[in-house]
């Protein structure tokens, strides 16, 4: 199902505030990312791979104007068979966070990328959802999940983390005008309490470990030199002739 108060709040300009982080983020990450096929999850409402150079790109979907309609946890996809897996805001606003990242491990080919959006719940943004007053719809009804959280997830199911950006340090104002004043922290967080970022990005690549082929070690009766020798001279005595 589609997640309520997304299509509304994308258009605010706390929404445009936090797409726009992360599709410059995003593109920047998946441009250097190559294979055969690729897929973002969800949030259909954006293309999060545009600036990916891999051939066949799909958005898979539960709602919405996707390539694939689905159910996250059920990918209509072979074992090992994407390249590359991106989503934004899937897990934190999904009941079963968990079967989605098996499904994920389960499609994507040995040494496959996934990049994974996420509010921080370590951040002004979770500060504000504890606080009095605080709206009940998106984005402050879902489930954050930390970084620490994710990473634990990821390295369960064989995902080695490759990289960790944060961003959108200003307070979640709803009116342009304060979020332009706050625009003067954000590189100052960056710099200063790069951890405290109201959104989160990861990149991690699914391990495959190697097996080691036993064979069985065949013996073979080897000849001593010295016989070898012997033999070679004895073929050579010419008064053998």
């Given at each position: 199902?589609?997640?309520p108060?997304?299509?509304s709040w994308?258009?605010?300009?706390?929404?445009?505030?936090?797409?726009?982080?992360?599709?410059t983020?995003?593109?920047?990450?998946?441009a250097?990312?190559?294979g055969?096929?690729?897929v973002?999850?969800?949030?259909p409402?954006?293309?999060?791979?545009?600036h990916?150079r891999?051939?066949?790109?799909?958005?898979?979907?539960p709602?919405?104007?996707?390539?694939v309609?689905?159910d996250l946890?059920?990918?209509p996809?072979?074992?090992q068979?994407?390249?590359?897996?991106?989503?934004?805001?899937?897990?934190?606003f999904?009941?079963?966070?968990?079967?989605?990242?098996?499904?994920?491990?389960?499609?994507?080919i040995?040494?496959?990328?996934?990049?994974v959006?996420?509010?921080?719940?370590?951040?002004?943004?979770?500060?504000?959802?504890?606080?009095?007053?605080?709206?009940s719809?998106f984005p402050?009804n879902?489930?954050?999940?930390?970084?620490?959280?994710?990473?634990?997830?990821?390295?369960?199911?064989?995902f080695?983390?490759?990289?960790?950006?944060?961003?959108?340090?200003?307070?979640?104002?709803?009116?342009?005008?304060w979020?332009?004043?706050w625009?003067v922290v954000?590189?100052?967080?960056?710099?200063?309490?790069?951890?405290?970022?109201?959104?989160?990005l990861l990149?991690?690549?699914?391990r495959v470990?190697?097996?080691?082929?036993?064979?069985p070690?065949?013996k073979q009766?080897k000849v001593?030199?010295?016989?070898?020798?012997a033999?070679?001279?004895?073929?050579?005595?010419?008064?053998e002739?």
């Amino acid at each position: 199902m589609s997640i309520p108060g997304l299509d509304s709040w994308l258009h605010s300009a706390l929404g445009r505030y936090v797409m726009d982080w992360e599709q410059t983020t995003i593109d920047s990450v998946v441009a250097d990312l190559f294979g055969y096929n690729a897929v973002q999850l969800g949030m259909p409402e954006r293309d999060l791979l545009a600036h990916n150079r891999i051939p066949l790109r799909q958005v898979a979907s539960p709602s919405g104007h996707a390539d694939v309609l689905c159910d996250l946890r059920r990918l209509p996809f072979a074992a090992q068979s994407i390249d590359l897996v991106v989503m934004s805001h899937v897990l934190e606003f999904h009941e079963d966070p968990h079967q989605i990242l098996r499904e994920v491990e389960r499609v994507l080919i040995p040494e496959g990328a996934l990049v994974v959006a996420g509010f921080n719940p370590v951040s002004f943004w979770g500060l504000r959802r504890r606080l009095p007053g605080c709206p009940s719809g998106f984005p402050w009804n879902g489930r954050y999940l930390s970084v620490a959280r994710l990473k634990d997830w990821l390295q369960l199911l064989g995902f080695e983390v490759e990289k960790g950006i944060f961003g959108c340090y200003s307070p979640p104002c709803s009116h342009e005008r304060w979020l332009s004043r706050w625009r003067v922290v954000e590189s100052a967080g960056a710099r200063w309490w790069s951890f405290a970022g109201g959104v989160y990005l990861l990149q991690a690549t699914k391990r495959v470990h190697g097996m080691r082929l036993i064979v069985p070690a065949w013996k073979q009766q080897k000849v001593p030199s010295k016989v070898l020798s012997a033999v070679s001279k004895k073929q050579g005595d010419p008064h053998e002739q």
